[in-house]
């Protein structure tokens, strides 16, 4: 009984030291007073980050995040969508963002509160993530970056690389071990 305590002792501080720093974070969902550890949200998952913005000419992309999300997420895929008005496109408030999200687009996967992405008022998740890709920090709306079950950046991608597409679709099916 004692070596199998131990082995889910170790066993629970391995996943925990998957998670990476930038991880370790509380966010709240968007139009909500929900919070999320992202640690525990995304614990032994793949994960792909994107900055969002209602308004952007690129906003058609939230259907291919939702198309990607369905299809790989029973395979352990996790989308994560992080509006920001860095770029002067997002919405004024939340409840018109969640409206675009969900209701133009059919958005399901978790969406949080507007946040900085780029620049000293970055929020700590997206500082590391673009310390994490050698300082490729958002220049545009819907940057891509790639987490790997272990929690190490596997890839991060411009606003113009769709995300249905390869190379970056087959970096998640390669990630996701399918």
Not at 47 to 72: K, M
Not at 75 to 98: I, Y
Request: net charge negative.
């Amino acid at each position: 009984m004692k070596w199998f305590t131990l082995l889910l002792m170790l066993g629970s501080g391995a996943v925990s030291a998957a998670c990476p720093d930038y991880f370790n974070v509380e966010m709240r969902e968007l139009n909500s007073t929900q919070r999320h550890n992202l640690c525990q949200l995304t614990e032994g998952k793949v994960v792909l980050v994107v900055n969002t913005a209602s308004y952007c000419g690129y906003s058609g992309q939230f259907r291919d995040l939702e198309a990607l999300y369905q299809g790989y997420k029973e395979k352990g895929l996790m989308v994560l969508g992080f509006p920001s008005n860095d770029f002067w496109q997002e919405a004024g408030n939340e409840n018109k963002t969640a409206e675009v999200c969900r209701r133009d687009y059919g958005v399901t996967f978790p969406m949080f509160n507007r946040v900085a992405v780029r620049g000293s008022d970055a929020v700590p998740l997206f500082k590391g993530l673009a310390a994490a890709a050698d300082g490729d920090a958002p220049n545009w709306n819907f940057h891509k970056y790639l987490v790997g079950r272990d929690g190490k950046l596997i890839a991060s991608y411009g606003a113009n690389q769709n995300p249905s597409d390869d190379p970056l679709k087959q970096q998640i099916i390669d990630a996701l071990g399918h």
